[in-house]
């Protein structure tokens, strides 16, 4: 059984830290891509960190600098740390992974695609 659950979100204000970390179980982070997603209301998804087969971080420009991310393969985790947190971050946060020979399937909230598995998500609050 494959699965995927983000915690750590949470309702801060602008400038505050929060780190979001997502555990997996019959996932092998060596054949997937693990990517973390975010959705804000009204908006399309957004991926913002792809972590590759190797465990190269790539970071997306628009939290380059702010956020970073990191796998740990031993306890089959991924954690997003957020820093200097703006409203404008404010979303629902998601983990998925892009497994080798896998299809895609949709995010709970249908929006995201990229990916084989997903976490249900995971609100971040951000007030200036």
């Known amino acids: 059984e494959v699965w995927m659950v983000e915690s750590g979100g949470g309702s801060v204000q602008s400038g505050d830290s929060l780190k979001l970390s997502c555990i997996t179980h019959?996932?092998?982070?060596?054949?997937?891509?693990l990517h973390w997603y975010r959705q804000a209301p009204g908006s399309g998804c957004e991926r913002i960190v792809l972590?590759?087969?190797?465990?190269?971080?790539r970071i997306d420009d628009s939290v380059k600098g702010r956020f970073t991310s990191s796998r740990d393969t031993s306890q089959n985790t991924m954690d997003l740390q957020m820093n200097a947190l703006r409203p404008k971050d404010t979303a629902t946060y998601y983990c998925?992974?892009?497994?080798?020979?896998?299809?895609?399937?949709?995010?709970?909230?249908?929006?995201?695609?990229?990916?084989?598995?997903w976490g249900k998500g995971v609100q971040v609050t951000v007030s200036s």
């Open positions: 998925g992974a892009n497994v080798l020979g896998v299809p895609y399937s949709p995010s709970p909230s249908g929006s995201c695609t990229l990916s084989s598995y």
């Open positions: 019959g996932i092998k982070f060596e054949e997937a891509r």
């Open positions: 972590i590759n087969y190797d465990g190269e971080v």
